[in-house]
């Protein structure tokens, strides 16, 4: 038995899947692909972005949740950063292996305060919300400090232009093992190209439609 595949955890998640699939956007339905695409690969616009886009979730998918669960009770993760918390869906998985670890430390980051709030909500009713620091704000503020001394693990899942600004806050805490999950990388070229480099310490392959998984080695 999982905290991830149990109540109240597993219906929580089913339920805010659901609730992701069914949100709608205006702003997002007057964009077009090629402007959506433009959008999500700049560095000076991602605020304006997220924020017309408030009202959809965006979550990882189903797939990559299970992932983040297993890499984090695998790897053993007491200490986790996130990159973009939205409503809380990826967070609810990194929570749940942090239980069945034994406990730990998860920074989560996200600066639309209507999404905390809800993803709160949602972290109190899955009994997890103690294992969580939210952090309000834009990340390249929030997670310039007060980092744990180790990070097990890193999801990166906010602005994709960002990815390689924000690997770098958190860099000097990676050791050899700690592993960084980027969902959409291929949004951010910079961050691929530091990451794929082994002369730079990382091992990294892309994994499933989505992610590029990547471990420091050195
Ligand atoms: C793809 S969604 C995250 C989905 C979430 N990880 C999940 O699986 O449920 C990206 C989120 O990152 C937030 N975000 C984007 N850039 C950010 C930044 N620079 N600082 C903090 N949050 C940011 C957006 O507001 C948005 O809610």
Known sequence: MTTLTTAPVAP?????????????????????????????????????????????????SPETGVLLYMLARASRARTIVEFGTSFGISTLHLAAALRDNGGGRLITTEF??????????????????????????????????????????????????????????????LGPGALIVADNANFCPDYLVRVRSRAAGYLSVPFGDDVELSMRIA
């Open 112 to 173: 639309e305060p209507s999404k905390l709030a809800r993803a709160r909500e949602s972290l109190t009713a899955g009994g997890l919300i103690d294992l969580v620091e939210i952090r309000e704000g834009d990340a390249l503020k929030t997670l310039s400090g007060d980092l744990p001394e180790t990070i097990d693990l890193v999801l990166l899942d906010g602005a994709k232009a960002l990815y390689r600004d924000i690997l770098e806050l958190v860099e000097d805490r």
């Open 12 to 60: 929580l998640i089913n339920n805010l899947f659901e609730k992701a699939a069914a949100a709608t956007s205006p702003a997002m339905a007057e964009l077009s692909r090629d402007e959506r695409a433009r959008l999500m690969r700049s560095k000076t616009e991602y605020l304006d972005f997220y924020g017309r886009l408030k009202d959809l979730w965006l979550p990882v």
